[in-house]
């Protein structure tokens, strides 16, 4: 049933202007302009001592350029494009993205790396090696890798190839990743042999399952960002990346009778479920555009689900299917995870494009209710620092993938202007920086940092996987980890 805009209206006003926040992350923001106080703990000891108990203090640098971490944290190198090499002997392919953890055998674990890598593969280093029986179109460069890693021992093979531009993705109740192809290309454009813009599974435990990659089609071809599931209702959320219009937040309802499990996606039809896109409304009942409109931290959205006209976009892009008044859109819909009963969903930023300008917002969706709730806001930066020291440690913008931390409140990974940061926020809202990148991939003169992804705790939560996408280095930091205050 859906949500209307008068039973939201109605809703509003019996609780009041403000309908209730919910999920683990009350109101975060950060950077000049932001809405609400920041604790960024690494500007020196005085500040750190100043919020005891929040955060792990300053950062300190790196002797070996690679990574600032709080005292007490240490790294390991786990991936390094262009120098670790899979079982097959070919180098571990570059430009790290989207990650998840799960249980491996006799306590290992295993992570699914997507790596972003759009058109031929002759436009890259090491794309990801076409393996026998694991390609879907051998003239596309990304797909995913899947590493195991010990205690003294780390091991990587490929997962699926021969897919374009895995960005993000999700992992799944039942233990597989799906990776989403952040694309439009039609067999024919940019070297493809194959249409992409499509979901695809992978199974970090069973590498038999993986053989013959088949898109997901039932979940909509389009330039697909990230993906979460529902355990509870079985519902998919994905988001997509997208300007020309903006992009669109999506749900994909399984048919009557459907059970998920290992491989089962794969075997839908085409056509099988109902894909939708949102259009949201406010307390007056009012149609809301775009999600930059939201200004203040707590904003409240009413929303419901409009069915989308040709999910393969056979002739229009799925986003261009709907009229001006029809949905809402939203600038860099990034990355989501599932937690606390919903989805936390990124906006990375708005500018000349959208209504309001930011520099990122992190939105609940809440399905019980149905409603969207806006957590995080950063106000737009206008002075960004590439200097690397503490000054710049406040200064967070450009969210991109983002974890439910088993500490408490999120990690979310950077991917703004100037440095790059893993950072922290409270349940109250409270920021704290976790790591810094020091890989300076530019010049002395003009220095350049590389966006982190692929944030994601280990299963017993004492190891948090990151990676720098450029040159594509995967990442296990390890520490005092605390739960942190409110």
Request: glycine share 12%; aromatic share 8%.
């Amino acid at each position: 049933m859906s949500l209307t805009r008068r039973d939201f209206a109605r809703t509003s006003a019996i609780t009041g202007a403000g309908v209730a926040l919910t999920g683990s992350v009350g109101a975060l923001a950060t950077t000049p302009n932001a809405l609400a106080s920041t604790d960024t703990e690494s500007v020196g000891e005085e500040k750190a001592a100043a919020h005891p108990g929040i955060g792990y203090g300053p950062l300190v640098p790196d002797p070996n350029g690679i990574l600032a971490l709080p005292a007490g944290f240490t790294y390991r190198v786990i991936t390094h494009s262009g120098r670790t090499r899979l079982e097959s002997g070919e180098f571990t392919p570059s430009n790290h993205d989207g990650t998840a953890t799960f249980d491996g055998p006799r306590g290992a674990t295993l992570l699914v790396n997507n790596h972003e890598l759009k058109g031929p593969r002759a436009n890259w280093a090491h794309p990801v090696p076409l393996t026998e029986g694991l390609v879907y179109d051998p003239a596309a460069s990304g797909g995913c890798t899947v590493v195991e890693v010990r205690r003294d021992h780390v091991a990587e093979w490929v997962g699926i190839a021969g897919t374009s531009t895995n960005c993000a993705g999700g992992n799944t109740p039942w233990g597989t990743w799906l990776t989403c192809e952040e694309t439009e290309d039609t067999a024919g454009r940019n070297g493809m042999t194959k249409d992409h813009g499509y979901v695809f599974e992978v199974d970090p435990a069973d590498r038999r399952a993986n053989r013959d990659p088949q898109p997901i089609k039932a979940l909509g071809r389009y330039a697909h960002e990230a993906v979460v599931v529902d355990p509870k209702r079985g519902h998919l959320y994905l988001t997509e990346d997208a300007d020309s219009p903006n992009g669109l937040f999506y749900r994909w309802t399984p048919p009557t009778g459907f059970q998920h499990g290992r491989g089962r996606l794969r075997t839908l039809a085409a056509d099988v479920g109902r894909l939708q896109a949102f259009k949201c409304f406010d307390s007056g009942g009012m149609f809301v555009d775009d999600l930059s409109r939201a200004t203040r931290i707590g904003t409240v959205y009413g929303v419901d689900w409009l069915d989308v006209p040709d999910r393969d976009a056979r002739t229009t892009s799925v986003r261009k299917q709907f009229d001006t008044g029809q949905v809402t859109r939203a600038r860099k819909l990034e990355g989501m995870w599932w937690g606390d009963g919903g989805a936390y969903v990124v906006s990375s930023y708005a500018r000349a494009e959208s209504p309001v300008q930011h520099d990122g917002q992190v939105w609940f969706y809440d399905p019980k209710r149905r409603t969207l709730t806006l957590k995080v806001l950063l106000g737009v930066d206008s002075g960004p620092s590439n200097r690397g020291g503490a000054d710049a440690e406040g200064a967070f913008d450009g969210p991109d993938n983002i974890t439910v931390s088993p500490y408490g409140g999120l990690v979310i990974a950077e991917d703004g202007d100037g440095i790059q940061h893993l950072f922290g926020a409270t349940d109250s809202g409270r920021t704290y920086p976790i790591a810094r990148n020091e890989l300076n991939i530019g010049t002395v003169e003009e220095p350049e940092y590389s966006e982190f992804t692929g944030v994601t705790f280990s299963p017993d939560g004492r190891t948090l996987f990151a990676n720098i996408q450029e040159p594509g280095i995967m990442l296990a930091i390890t520490g005092p980890w605390k739960r942190q205050k409110r």
